[in-house]
Antibody, heavy 121, light 107 residues
Framework: QVQLQQWGGGLLKPSETLSLTCGLY????????WSWIRQSPGNGLEWIGEIDYSGTTNYNPSLKSRVSISIDTSKNHFSLKVMSVNAEDTALYYCARGGTTMSPAGRFDPWGQGTPVTVSS | DIQMTQSPSSLSASVGDRVTITCRASQSLKNYLNWYQHKPGQAPKVLIY???SLQSGVPPRFSGSGSGSDFTLTISGLQPEDFATYYC?????????FGPGTKVDVK
């Protein structure tokens, strides 16, 4: 059974860089897209971006200039960086498996447990 | 971006009730529409994918219908564990977007 476990985040100051990692257990990165999604009180659920096993990425244009997603298949994890954070980046961040590389229009399942991030001076 | 709306934003219901939630997209999604259940302290859980396909392990009291830009999630016989917030999500084209949610609480 595929499981995702997240770590990182916490309390950040404005202008710092947010770093989160999502570990994959019980499965392989092959043939799927791997996403980051966040939930904030103001914006609901927001898709941040995705990566496949080869490192091909797609980002939400609203965040593209500040976001980077990477993958390390040898360590079985993928990561999110958000640069120059501000209060609007305060949210609960989730990783999730998305659609397949042959059929990208898939559902998000499973999800990681969620990691809270707070940006405050 | 494809905009998603849901109605109602909240509803109060009793155990055993039939609950219907509507989701509308700003353009046609064909059938690339998914439904999630979200409870506090837990990750969202997919219930329905492809507008009407039941995710493995999800009770059959959950059903989805619709195509194009109008979709419906129905819970036939609400159970105590179904009180939660429900979101629709389009997987037709990135950026993938979610509806604002419908909170189902106890009447």
């Amino acid at each position: 059974q595929v499981q995702l476990q997240q770590w990182g985040g916490g309390l950040l100051k404005p202008s710092e860089t947010l770093s989160l990692t999502c570990g994959l257990y019980g499965g392989s990165f092959s043939n799927f897209y791997w996403s980051w999604i966040r939930q904030s009180p103001g914006n609901g659920l927001e898709w941040i971006g995705e990566i496949d096993y080869s490192g091909t990425t797609n980002y939400n244009p609203s965040l593209k200039s500040r976001v980077s997603i990477s993958i390390d298949t040898s360590k079985n994890h993928f990561s999110l960086k958000v640069m120059s954070v501000n209060a609007e980046d305060t949210a609960l961040y989730y990783c999730a498996r998305g659609g397949t590389t042959m059929s990208p229009a898939g559902r998000f399942d499973p999800w990681g447990q969620g990691t809270p991030v707070t940006v405050s001076s | 971006d494809i905009q998603m709306t849901q109605s109602p934003s909240s509803l109060s219901a009793s155990v055993g009730d039939r609950v219907t939630i509507t989701c509308r997209a700003s353009q046609s999604l064909k059938n690339y529409l998914n439904w999630y259940q979200h409870k506090p302290g837990q990750a969202p859980k997919v219930l329905i994918y492809g507008a009407s396909s039941l995710q493995s392990g999800v009770p059959p009291r959950f059903s989805g219908s619709g195509s194009g830009s109008d979709f419906t999630l129905t819970i036939s016989g609400l159970q105590p564990e179904d009180f939660a917030t429900y979101y629709c999500q389009q997987s037709y084209s990135p950026p993938f977007t979610f509806g604002p949610g419908t909170k189902v609480d106890v009447k």
